[in-house]
């Protein structure tokens, strides 16, 4: 990787980045272009070690609603989506759920839960 652009998806900014090997920078990157600080990370990371929150549904089976909105309560590796969206597409879940409740227990070994994102009682 020479050099790569990126508009930040950290804040409604958008800014439009430039990011580049460096090897005399601490974090091994020259980011140009942000804004904030969180840019710099953002960038650094984006080229590293993508990630994602998911959120999504899943079918509820006995509430008025057929869907309950989920997410996931930290990131999971950016090309785990597709594999994370069908193991989360199995999940069929029973009233009563709180916000907060876990749906899905470390998905497919991310370390990262599925949870609930509304009440349903």
């Given at each position: 990787?020479?050099?790569?652009?990126?508009?930040?998806i950290v804040c409604p900014m958008g800014c439009r980045?430039?990011?580049?090997?460096?090897?005399?920078?601490?974090?091994?990157?020259?980011?140009?272009?942000?804004?904030c600080k969180r840019g710099v990370t953002y960038a650094?990371?984006?080229?590293?070690?993508?990630?994602?929150?998911?959120?999504?549904?899943?079918?509820?089976?006995?509430?008025?609603?057929?869907?309950?909105?989920?997410?996931?309560?930290?990131?999971?590796?950016?090309?785990?989506?597709?594999?994370?969206?069908?193991?989360?597409?199995?999940?069929?879940?029973?009233?009563?759920?709180?916000?907060?409740?876990?749906?899905?227990?470390?998905?497919?070994?991310?370390?990262?839960?599925?949870?609930?994102?509304?009440?349903?009682?």
């Open positions: 990787m020479n050099k790569q652009d990126l508009v930040c980045m430039t990011i580049e090997k460096d090897e005399s920078s601490q974090l091994g990157y020259k980011v140009t272009g942000n804004t650094v990371k984006e080229v590293t070690n993508p990630t994602r929150v998911i959120c999504t549904t899943v079918i509820i089976e006995d509430f008025y609603l057929k869907r309950l909105p989920v997410r996931t309560d930290g990131e999971v590796p950016k090309n785990m989506i597709f594999d994370c969206m069908m193991e989360i597409n199995k999940t069929k879940v029973k009233t009563p759920i709180n916000v907060g409740d876990i749906i899905v227990e470390d998905l497919l070994g991310t370390g990262v839960n599925v949870i609930a994102s509304r009440s349903a009682k």
